[in-house]
């Protein structure tokens, strides 16, 4: 079955510090990964995806993530982060299997400390 | 740039009250989606359509209809709202399946 961890329930870091937020997925076949970013009061935004080729996908804002087949992850990197970045952030993993379910973890909220 | 709209924004209902929450996408997607978020769940998929005509169950349908009026219009009906009903609610659209997905900005509904 498809699932999607995400095993930091919130990260703080500082700010200008790197940030990495982790994500692992279950899936039976090539996946399509999401980073997704939710900010206060508001729906989400599409940070960056995978769907086939290099692994090293560069996102907006200033994100990246890798896909590492071998190890089911996605995982997100910023390398300074900005009190802006303080939001949620959702991976979601999804597929060109005849069906429409998208799965998304259940979030990792950044806190950004001065 | 409109994009994905809902209404209303915020909404309470007592129990057994009946709603209809509203969703319209001005990008031509042929794929519409309801998701409920609740804390510490991340996003389940409510219903789908993925094109204009059909609509599918997803993860957790029970205790809700939908109508896929046309092709820019999603909408979600609560028949008889129940105090676990109690969510912020998205809509969201897609070109094609899978693919990115444009959500609106939510609809917080209590049930009381």
């Known amino acids: 079955a498809q699932s999607v961890t995400q095993p930091d329930i919130h990260i703080t870091v500082s700010e200008g510090a790197s940030l990495e937020l982790r994500c692992n997925y279950s899936?039976?076949?090539?996946?399509?990964l999401f980073w997704y970013v939710q900010s206060p009061g508001q729906g989400l935004q599409l940070l960056l995806k995978?769907?086939?080729?290099?692994?090293l996908v560069q996102g907006i804002k200033g994100f990246e993530a890798e896909f590492k087949r071998s190890q089911s992850s996605f995982n997100l990197r910023k390398p300074s982060v900005h009190w802006s970045d303080a939001a949620e952030y959702f991976c979601?993993?999804?597929?060109?299997?005849?069906?429409?379910?998208?799965?998304f973890g259940a979030g990792t909220r950044l806190f950004v400390k001065a | 740039n409109a994009g994905v709209t809902q209404t209303p924004k915020f909404q309470v209902l007592k129990t057994g009250q009946s709603m209809t929450l509203q969703c319209a996408q001005d990008?031509?997607?042929?794929?519409m989606y309801w998701y409920r978020q609740d804390p510490g769940m991340g996003l389940r998929l409510i219903y789908y359509?993925?094109?204009?005509?059909?609509?599918d169950k997803g993860e957790v349908p029970n205790g809700y209809n939908v109508s896929r009026l046309n092709k820019r219009e999603f909408s979600l009906r609560l028949e008889s709202a129940a105090p676990s009903q109690t969510s912020v609610y998205f809509c969201?659209?897609?070109?094609?399946?899978?693919?990115?997905?444009?959500f609106g900005q939510g609809t917080r509904l209590t049930v009381v």
């Open positions: 990008m031509n997607h042929n794929s």
């Open positions: 995978y769907f086939s080729g290099d692994t």
């Open positions: 979601a993993v999804g597929g060109d299997t005849g069906g429409f379910k998208t799965i």
């Open positions: 969201a659209s897609s070109a094609v399946r899978q693919v990115e997905a444009f």
């Open positions: 899936y039976g076949a090539t996946p399509y």
């Open positions: 359509s993925a094109s204009e005509g059909t609509t």
